[in-house]
C-alpha cells in the first residue's frame, strides 16, 4: 500500500465538488438526484479510505460505509417515490415548477 | 373654626357637575334641573350665610380696624422649587366675599330661570333642531360656577390662572352649547382663542412675578413677608412690577373685553341667554376687574403710572362701545356692548385711583366694586329679560318687537327698572356706584370726568333706544295678526327671577358699600347715600335725562321719521358703527393673512414635508429593504443549497484565517 | 506499483465518467454514467482491501439504485427519452463552477495545510477476513454493530413502506 492517502482525498474532493456543480446547476430532478449520488459516494471513499490507511486496526470507516451504502439505497427509493408524486401532480419534472413555497 | 364648610363651596357645584355630566342623560329632565337648582340654592345660602358671619359676627380685626383676611384652607398642590409653591385654597377679604353673593346670587336666579328658557314647550315656542342638552346645560352651568368661585378666592395667583382657564373652557362649552349652528361654534372658538391669547401674557406676567419675588401670593395681609420681598425687588429692578402687573392686566383686559380684545363678547351672544346673564354680564368678564382689584395694592405701590393707562384704555372702550350699541338692531349685541362700556367703567374707576387713602384717590376702589355688585344685579336683570322677550318673539331681530308693553306687562316693567338703573337715575342702585365713579374721575383729572359723564349720557340714550324699540312703537304683531304669533307672557319659573333681581335692583343702591369695602379697609361713608348731593351728582343726573329725553323723543311714537333720517345723513358713520368700527375684520386680516400666512403656513409645511418626510423615508426604506430580500426565497432547491454551501465554504475560510 | 497505476485508471474512470454524468444533457446518459462512477468506486474498495464493501458497493448501489433510477426516469421524464434536451441556463453555469472551484480550493488548502499519519506501514496487504467482519457486524460488545444492524432493517422497512405510500395512485372515491 503506498498510494499516499493524499492522492485518495483529492480524488473524493473533486468528485464532491463535480456533485456540487451538478446538483447546483441541472433542472431535470432526476438529474439532481443523481449529483446527490456522486456526493455520497467522494464521502463513502473518505471514510474506507481514512480507516484503511490512518487506522488499519479498527473497522469504524469500513462500517460506517457499509451502512451509508444501505442508508443511501433507502433514501433514494424514498425520493423517487417523492419524484412521481411531484410528477403527478405537477406534470413536470423540472425543479422550478415546484415553486409554492416561492415568496 | 369659623368657616369649616367653606370647602363645600367648592366641592358641591363639582359634584353637581360630576353627577350631571355623567349621568344627565339618564335622568328625567327636570331632576337633573332640581339638582343643579338646590345645589346652587344652598350655596347662596352659605354665601350669605358667610357674608353674615364675616361682615357682622366677626367683624373688623379690633387692632388694626380691618377686615381680616381670612384664609381658610391653603394646602401644597404643586412644589416647583422649594420656596416655589402652588397651592389651592379659600381666602375671604372684603371683596371676595363680596363676589361669593354676586356669583352665587345671579347663579342661582339662572338656574331657576333656565327651567323656563331651555325647557320645551310646544305651544308657545317651536324648539330649533340645536336646541337641545338640558342637562348638559345644567352640567356646564355648575362647572362655571365652580370655576368662578375658586377664582374669588383663590390665595395665589397661580390658583387664580388656573380657574381663570376653567372659566374660559366653561364659556366655550356654554357659548358652543348650540354646537350643530356653525355660527355658534365659530363664536366659542373667537372666545377662547382670544382670551387665551390674552391669558399668554397673564401667564408671560406671572412668570415674570414669582420668577423674581419668589412666591405666587399676592395678599399682603395673608403673607406679611411679601412686603419685604416687594420691596426688594423693586429697588432691584424697577421695571419688573409695572411691567409683570400690566401684563397680568392685558390677560384680564381680555376676559374683561377691553379694546382691542373685546371681539369675542359680542358674538358670544350666540350662547343660550341665561349663559349670557351669568357669564358675559355678570361674572366672568368681571375676572378682569377682580383681578386688578385683587393686587390693587401691588398696584397702587409699585406701578401707579400703569394704573392710569387701565383708566386711559377703559375710559376709551366705553367710549367705543357706547357709540356701536346706538347702531345696533339685535337687542342681545346692544346689551353685550352695554356691557363692553359699564366694565370699562368699573376699570377706569380702579384706573383713576392713586393713593389708598379713601378720600385722596382712593375713592375709585370702592366705586368699582360697588359698581361690579349693582351692575351684576341690573345687567343679569335685563339679559333675563331680553330672554324672555326672545323666547316669547322668537328672534333677537328688533324689527319683530314693538309695542309688547301691552302683552308682556311683567317683564316690562323688569326691563324698564333695569334702564332706569343702569341710566344713574336717582334711587336706583346705578345712580349711586356710577356717580361715585365719575366723582372719582373728576378727582383724578377733570377731562377725565366730563368723559365719563358724556359716555354715561350716551349709555342713557342707548337703553332706552332700546326699551322704546322693543316695548313701545309700532307692533310687529298687530301689522298682521293673522299670520304672525301673538305675544304673551312667559311663565312664573321665568318671571320670578326677574322680579327677585328687579327689586334688588332698586334697593342695592342703599347697601353702605363703603362700610365693607374700600381702598384702605377703613369704613367709609358714600354722601350720596345721605343725600349730600354734590355738583357732579347734579350734572350726572343732567347727563342722563338729556339721553333719555332723546331717546323718547326719537323712539316712543311710532314711525318717527328722525332716526332714520339721522341714518341718511350719515350713512359712512352709521354704517360702521353698526359693523362695530371693522374691528373684528381688522383682526381677521391680522390672523389670517399675517399669522396663518407668514407663521403657520411654513411651520405647517415644514412639519409635513421634514418631519413627516423622514418617517415616510423611513418606512419606504424598509418597505424597499424588504422587497429586495423578498426574491431570495425562490422556491428553487439549487439556490439553498448553494447558498448553504457558499457559507460554508466562507465559514471555512475564516476559521482558516483566525486559526493560522 | 502495480496500485499506483490501477488507482490512477480508477480515478481518471472515475471523474471522466462523473464530468460527463452532470454535464450530458440527456437523462439516460446520465444514470449510464452514475454505473460506471459506481464501478470505478467499487475499484477503489477493491484497491483498499475492502473486499466486502466492494461486493455491498456492486450489488447494492451499481445492481440495484441504478435500475430504480432507471425505472424513475421511464416514469418521469417522457420527453427526455424521446431525444429532447434540457437547457442549462448559463448564468447558473458559471456560478456553480464558481462555487465548485471555491469549495475546491478551500479544502485544498486545508488538505495542504494538514499532516496526515500515516500507519499504513504496518499493516500487510491482504483483504480484511470475513469472520471478523461478520462477528463486528452481529456483536453486541463494545465497538460492535449489531445495534446499528438491527436499526438499519427497520429503517429499511420503514423506507419501503413510506416508499409505497407516497407513491402509490390515490383512489378515486
Known amino acids: 500500500m503506498n498510494i499516499p492517502v493524499e492522492y485518495f482525498i483529492a480524488l473524493s474532493t473533486l468528485l464532491f465538488f463535480i456533485g456540487v456543480f451538478g446538483f447546483v446547476t441541472r433542472r431535470n430532478l432526476v438529474a439532481m438526484l443523481i449529483s446527490i449520488e456522486l456526493i455520497l459516494n467522494s464521502v463513502d471513499i473518505n471514510f474506507a479510505v481514512f480507516n484503511r490507511i490512518l487506522f488499519p486496526a479498527q473497522f469504524e470507516g469500513f462500517f460506517f460505509t457499509l451502512f451509508s451504502i444501505g442508508v443511501s439505497a433507502a433514501e433514494t427509493a424514498v425520493a423517487l417515490a417523492i419524484i412521481i408524486n411531484v410528477y403527478r401532480n405537477y406534470h413536470s419534472d423540472q425543479v422550478n415548477s415546484i415553486e409554492n413555497m416561492k415568496f | 373654626m369659623e368657616y369649616s364648610y367653606a370647602f363645600l363651596i367648592l366641592l358641591l357645584p363639582f359634584l353637581s357637575f360630576l353627577v350631571l355630566g355623567l349621568c344627565g342623560m339618564k335622568m328625567k329632565k327636570p331632576v337633573a334641573g332640581l339638582i343643579g337648582t338646590i345645589m346652587l340654592g344652598s350655596l347662596f345660602a352659605m354665601s350669605l350665610y358667610t357674608a353674615y358671619e364675616y361682615f357682622f359676627v366677626i367683624g373688623r380685626d379690633a387692632a388694626t380696624g380691618l377686615y381680616p383676611t381670612v384664609t381658610v384652607f391653603n394646602f401644597t398642590w404643586l412644589k416647583f422649587t422649594e420656596l416655589l409653591t402652588f397651592n389651592i385654597g379659600f381666602r375671604l377679604t372684603p371683596i371676595s366675599v363680596m363676589m361669593l353673593i354676586v356669583i352665587t346670587t345671579v347663579s342661582f336666579m339662572v338656574h331657576i330661570y333656565s327651567f323656563g328658557y331651555m325647557a320645551e314647550r310646544d305651544d308657545k315656542y317651536k324648539f330649533e333642531e340645536y336646541e337641545h342638552g338640558f342637562q348638559r346645560f345644567y352640567a356646564y352651568l355648575s362647572l362655571f360656577t365652580m370655576s368662578m368661585l375658586g377664582l374669588v378666592v383663590a390665595t395665589n395667583i397661580f390658583q387664580m390662572y388656573m380657574f381663570w382657564e376653567l372659566v374660559g373652557v366653561c364659556s366655550y362649552l356654554l357659548i358652543g352649547f348650540y354646537y350643530p349652528k356653525h355660527s355658534a361654534v365659530h363664536a366659542s372658538k373667537k372666545a377662547f382663542i382670544v382670551t387665551r391669547f390674552a391669558d399668554l401674557f397673564f401667564l408671560i406676567g406671572i412668570l415674570f412675578f414669582s420668577y423674581y419675588v419668589g412666591t405666587f401670593n399676592y395678599d399682603m395681609n395673608a403673607n406679611p413677608e411679601l412686603i419685604g420681598k416687594l420691596a426688594s425687588v423693586a429697588a432691584k429692578y424697577s421695571w419688573l412690577l409695572p411691567s409683570a402687573l400690566f401684563l397680568m392686566f392685558i390677560g384680564g383686559a381680555g376676559k374683561s373685553a377691553m379694546f382691542p380684545l373685546h371681539i369675542w363678547l359680542p358674538d358670544a351672544m350666540e350662547g343660550p341667554t341665561p349663559v349670557s346673564a351669568l357669564i358675559h354680564a355678570a361674572t366672568m368678564v368681571v375676572a378682569g376687574v377682580y383681578q386688578v382689584a385683587s393686587l390693587f395694592p401691588i398696584w397702587v405701590q409699585y406701578a401707579p403710572n400703569q394704573l392710569h393707562w387701565i383708566a386711559y384704555i377703559a375710559a376709551f372702550t366705553s367710549f367705543y362701545a357706547a357709540a356701536v350699541a346706538c347702531c345696533q338692531s339685535d337687542i342681545k349685541r346692544g346689551l353685550a356692548f352695554s356691557t363692553i362700556s359699564q366694565i370699562a367703567y368699573m376699570l377706569v374707576a380702579l384706573g383713576v385711583s392713586c393713593a389708598i387713602d379713601n378720600h385722596e384717590g382712593g375713592l375709585g376702589y370702592m366705586a368699582g366694586m360697588f359698581h361690579l355688585f349693582t351692575h351684576a344685579m341690573f345687567k343679569a336683570l335685563l339679559f333675563l329679560c331680553s330672554g324672555a322677550i326672545i323666547v316669547i318673539i322668537g328672534s333677537n331681530f328688533k324689527q319683530y318687537m314693538g309695542g309688547l308693553h301691552k302683552y308682556m306687562p311683567i317683564t316690562n316693567i323688569c326691563f324698564l327698572i333695569g334702564c332706569i338703573a343702569i341710566s344713574g337715575v336717582w334711587p336706583l342702585a346705578g345712580f349711586f356706584s356710577k356717580d361715585e365713579i365719575v366723582s372719582a374721575c373728576f378727582e383724578f383729572s377733570p377731562f377725565m370726568g366730563w368723559f365719563m359723564t358724556l359716555v354715561s349720557g350716551m349709555t342713557a340714550f342707548y337703553m332706552f333706544r332700546l326699551y322704546y324699540v322693543i316695548f313701545w312703537g309700532q307692533s310687529y304683531y298687530e301689522l298682521d295678526p293673522e299670520n304672525r304669533k301673538k305675544p304673551g307672557e312667559v311663565p312664573f319659573v321665568m318671571w320670578g327671577p326677574l322680579v327677585f333681581l328687579a327689586i334688588v335692583s332698586i334697593f342695592a343702591g342703599w347697601i353702605p358699600f363703603g362700610h365693607f369695602v374700600s381702598a384702605t379697609g377703613q369704613s367709609m361713608e358714600i354722601g350720596l347715600q345721605h343725600f349730600e348731593f354734590t355738583s357732579v351728582a347734579w350734572f350726572s343726573l343732567l347727563a342722563a335725562a338729556i339721553g333719555i329725553g332723546l331717546a323718547t323723543w326719537m323712539y316712543l311714537p311710532k314711525n318717527n321719521p328722525v332716526p332714520d333720517m339721522l341714518a341718511k345723513k350719515m350713512p359712512r358713520l352709521h354704517k360702521a358703527a353698526l359693523n362695530r368700527f371693522y374691528i373684528d375684520d381688522a383682526w381677521q386680516f391680522f390672523t389670517h393673512k399675517i399669522v396663518f400666512g407668514c407663521f403657520s403656513k411654513p411651520i405647517a409645511w415644514f412639519d409635513r414635508h421634514v418631519i413627516d418626510g423622514t418617517f415616510n423615508f423611513m418606512a419606504w426604506g424598509a418597505q424597499e429593504a424588504g422587497e429586495t430580500i423578498r426574491p431570495w426565497q425562490s422556491g428553487d432547491v439549487r439556490s439553498y443549497a448553494a447558498w448553504f454551501l457558499t457559507g460554508t465554504v466562507a465559514l471555512t475560510l475564516i476559521l482558516l484565517c483566525i486559526l493560522s | ?173
Do not use: H, W
Open chain 3, 1 to 173: 506499483m502495480a496500485n499506483l497505476v490501477m488507482f490512477c485508471i480508477l480515478a481518471v474512470v472515475i471523474l471522466g465518467s462523473a464530468v460527463m454524468c452532470v454535464i450530458t444533457k440527456r437523462i439516460i446518459r446520465a444514470a449510464t454514467f452514475l454505473l460506471f462512477v459506481l464501478f470505478g468506486v467499487a475499484g477503489i474498495y477493491f484497491l483498499l482491501d475492502y473486499t466486502y464493501l466492494g461486493a455491498a458497493q456492486i450489488s447494492v448501489y451499481a445492481g440495484g439504485i441504478t435500475v430504480m433510477y432507471i425505472f424513475a426516469i421511464q416514469l418521469v421524464s417522457k420527453r427526455s427519452l424521446q431525444g429532447l434536451i434540457e437547457r442549462v441556463k448559463g448564468s447558473r453555469v458559471i456560478s456553480g463552477l464558481l462555487l465548485s472551484l471555491v469549495g475546491l480550493a478551500t479544502v485544498g488548502v486545508v488538505l495542504i495545510k494538514n499532516n496526515f499519519i500515516n500507519a499504513a506501514a504496518q499493516v500487510t496487504d491482504t483483504e480484511v477476513p470475513m469472520d471478523q467482519i461478520g462477528t463486528a457486524l452481529l456483536g453486541s460488545g463494545k465497538y460492535q454493530y449489531v445495534l446499528p444492524f438491527e436499526f438499519i432493517s427497520v429503517f429499511l422497512l420503514a423506507c419501503i413502506i413510506g416508499g409505497i405510500m407516497i407513491a402509490r395512485k390515490e383512489d378515486k372515491k
